[in-house]
Structures are given as structure tokens and as C-alpha cells.
């Protein structure tokens, strides 16, 4: 799954430290987002496209396996 958290956070210049405050969550967690290596749960993952006023769909791309 790839994202568009750190794209987002940077165009309203906020920091990773700022964006984890406002969504109550560690900055740690933002860089483990915005690096791929963790997944948000779903209401985190809401509280992040409310944040940017989109929707999760547009922060969030599932690229299903071609299998």
C-alpha cells in the first residue's frame, strides 16, 4: 500500500511532529506511515483524510496483487 501522507504534510508545511500531535498519535508513527512500514488502523486512517479535508482513497492506494 503506498500513501500520500508525507505529499499532503508537506504541502500545508506542517511536520511530522505537528500532524502526530493534532491526531493524537507519536511522530513515530507518522514516519512508520509515511515510510510504508505501518499501516493505520481505520479510524486513524479516517482522522488523517479528515485532517487534509479528503478522503481516505485519495491518501490510500491498495494496489491489489496480480495473481
Known amino acids: 500500500m503506498t500513501n500520500r ?7 500545508t508545511r506542517i ?4 500532524l502526530a500531535e493534532a491526531l493524537g498519535v507519536s511522530r513515530q508513527t507518522i514516519n512508520s506511515i509515511e515510510t510504508g512500514r505501518y499501516l ?5 486512517a479516517l482522522a488523517i483524510a479528515r485532517h487534509f479535508a479528503t478522503s481516505v482513497e485519495k491518501i490510500f492506494d491498495f494496489e491489489e496483487d496480480s495473481r
Open 5 to 11: 501522507v508525507r505529499e499532503l504534510r508537506a504541502a
Open 15 to 18: 511536520s511530522q511532529g505537528e
Open 40 to 44: 493505520p488502523s481505520l479510524p486513524l
